[in-house]
C-alpha cells in the first residue's frame, strides 16, 4: 500500500512551483507598511511613520517639536502619538518579522552536502552526498500561502493597533483638559468658600454670628479644599497618562487649552450602526482571516501527516582502487509509532477554535456599538440638558441673588452659598461634556474594532513540522 499522498506528476508539478515562487521571493520596499499608511489617512486623516532609522526618527522628532510649540489639540495629541509612541513602533517591527517569515516560506529549502573518508587496510573510500528536504519542497507553495496570509492578518492587526492608539490618546485628552477646567473652577468655589469662613471667624469674633454657623462655614472651606487637592491629582494623573501615551518623556512642553470643545449642534443619526460595524470592523476581518488560514494549515497537515522527514539525496561513493559509485536514495521515517493523528487533531482543534472566536466577535461587536451608540446619544442629551438648562437657570438665579444682596435684602453668607452651588454646576456641565466626548471617541472606536487586544494565533508550528520533521 502506497502511504505517500503524492503521485511523480505531482512532485515534478510542486518542483516547478516552488523554483518559481523561490525565485521571486524577495523583500518590498516598504516593509508592507504602506497599507498602514493608507488606512491611517483614510480612516483617521492622520499620518502614521515607522522610525526604521535615524532619518526617519529625526523627521518624526521635528515634527513633534513643531506640535508641542503650541497649545495641543486633540488631534495634533493623536499625530504626536502615532509619530511618537515607542509602544507603536515596537509593534511595527512584527511587520518585518512577518515580512522575513513570508519570504522564507516562498524560497527553496537549502541542500545538504555531507563528505565522509573512511580507510580499511591501505585503502581509502571517500564518500559524498547532497541531499534536499522534498516534504519542505512538496509543501512550499501551501507554506507560502499560509505565511502570506499571516502577513496580511498581521497588517490588519497593526491598522487596529494604529486606531486604538489614536482613540486612547483622544479620550486621555479629553479627560486631561476637563480635568484642569475642573480643577480651575474647584479652585474658584475654594476661595469663596475661604471669603465665607473668613468673614465668619470674624463675625463670630464680635459675637454677631454663632459658633454653630462658624463652624459650618468652616467645614465648607475644609470640603471645598480637599475638593481642590483631588482635582490637582486628578489633572495630574491625566496629563501623565496623556504624556505615555505620546511618548514624552516629560510634561514640561505640553501645553493644552483651557476648556473643552463646545458640544456639537447635533449627532448624526446612524440606524444602520450595527450594519456598518459588520462591513468596517477589522478585528472581524483579523478572525476571519485567521480562521481561513488555520483551514489552509488544516489541508497541510492532513497531506503531511505520515510524512515527517523525506529527503532526496544524490550519492557519490569511490576508493583508490574501485571505480566511484554514482546512485540516489530517498530516506523518510516509517509511521510505525506516530501516524501523524495528534497533529490533524490539533489542527483541527485550532480551526475549530478560530471559528467560535469569529463568531464571539461578531456578538460582542454587534453588542458593543449598540452600547457605544446608545452611549453617545443619552451622553449627548445630558451634556446639553445641563448647557441650556441647569447652568443658565443657576446663572440667572445668581443675578437675582446679587440684585437682592444689593438692596440688603439677603446677606453675603447666602450670596456665597448660591456662587458654590453655581460653580457646582459648572462642574456637572462640564463632567458631562467630557462625558460626551469619550463616548463620541468610543462610538468612533467600536465601528472600526474592539478596544481589547488581539491574539494572533500560531498557524506555522505544523507546517514547519511536516517540513523538518521532529
Known sequence: MNTYPFTPRTLVFAVLSAALLGGCASFSEDGGFDAIQSAAQSRLQKDVAWSRDEARRSASQARVDALLAQPLSADDAVQIALLNNPGLQAAFNTLGIAEADRVAAQRLPNPGFSIGRMTQGTGVEWERSLHLNLAALLTMPMRADIEQRLFEQTRRALVLDVLRLAAETRKAWVVAVAAGQTATYQR??????????????????????????????QSFYADAALAVARAEQAKLAARERLVRLMGLPDSGKLQLPERLPDLPTSVPMLPDVEQRAMDSRIDLQVVKQQAETLARNLDLTRSTRLINVLELGIVNNGSNEEPQKRGYEISFELPIFDFGESRVVAAESRYRQALERARETAVNARSEVREAYAMQQNQYAIARHLRDEVVPLKQRISEENVLRYNGMLIGVFELLADARSQI??????????????????????ALVGTPGKMAIANVSSAPAAAGGGH
Open 188 to 217: 474658584q468655589a475654594m476661595d469663596a468658600a475661604e471669603a465665607g469662613a473668613e468673614l465668619a471667624r470674624r463675625m463670630a469674633q464680635v459675637g454677631n454670628w454663632s459658633k454653630l454657623k462658624q463652624a459650618r462655614e
Open 424 to 445: 457646582a454646576s459648572v462642574n456637572a456641565a462640564i463632567e458631562a461634556q467630557r462625558d460626551f466626548w469619550l463616548a463620541d471617541a468610543d462610538l468612533a472606536m
